[in-house]
C-alpha cells in the first residue's frame, strides 16, 4: 500500500471511530458532520472524499458494528469445537445478546440504523452479516444430526434471526438493559432448544 493509499485509510478509520463515538453519545440527529470532522482531526473535503453523505459515514459505522460483533459471534461459536453445532450456536445466541447491553451496539445497531437507513436497508445489511451465520449452524446441525428435519433451514433462519433483533430492541430499550438481557436469554435459547431432535 502506498503512503498515500495509507493516509487515505488512516482519515477513513478515524472519521469512522469520531462519527461512531458521537453516534453512541448521542445519536445520529443530535451529531453535525462538523462535529464529526473536528473531532477526527479531518476536514469536510476528506469526509466526502471518503462518504456521500452522513448517512453513508453512519452506515459505515454500522457495517463496522456488524462486523466486528460476526467476527466474535463466530469466535464464540468456534471455540467449542464442532461436536454439537447447535450449542456452537446457544454460544452464538449469548454472545448477540451480551452485546445489545453495550452503549455503542444498542443506539448505532439496534435504535439509530432502522430509522437512519430505513427497515429495508438495515434488514438487507442484518441479513448480509448475520444470515450465513445462523443458516451455517443450522445445516451444521441439521448434518449432524441434531436438528429436526422438517423444517427447512432458510425460512427458520430468518425467523431466529428476526426473533433475536426483537431481542436486541427490547434489551437496547430497557431501562435496565442488563436484566432485560437475562429475561431475554432463556427465551431465545427455548427457541433453539427446540430445534432439537
Known sequence: M??????????RANLIAAARALFAERGYAAVGTPEIVERAGSSRGAMYHHFKDKKDLF???YEQLQQELMERVAADMAGLGGADPLAALEAGTRTFLRSCVEPDRARI?????????GWAEWR????????????AGLEAGRAAGLLRDDVPLRPLAHVL????GEAGLLIAAADDPAAA????????????HGLRR
Not at 448480509?128 to 451465520?133: K, N, Q, S
Open 181 to 192: 438481557r437475562a429475561e431475554a436469554e432463556p427465551a431465545v435459547l427455548a427457541l433453539l
Open 2 to 11: 502506498s503512503r498515500q493509499a495509507e493516509k487515505s485509510e488512516a482519515t
Open 59 to 61: 452506515r459505515a459505522v
Open 124 to 135: 438487507d445489511i442484518d441479513e448480509r452479516y448475520a444470515l450465513g451465520v445462523v443458516v
Open 109 to 117: 445497531g439496534l435504535v439509530e440504523a432502522p430509522s437512519v437507513l
Open 161 to 164: 434471526l428476526a426473533g433475536l
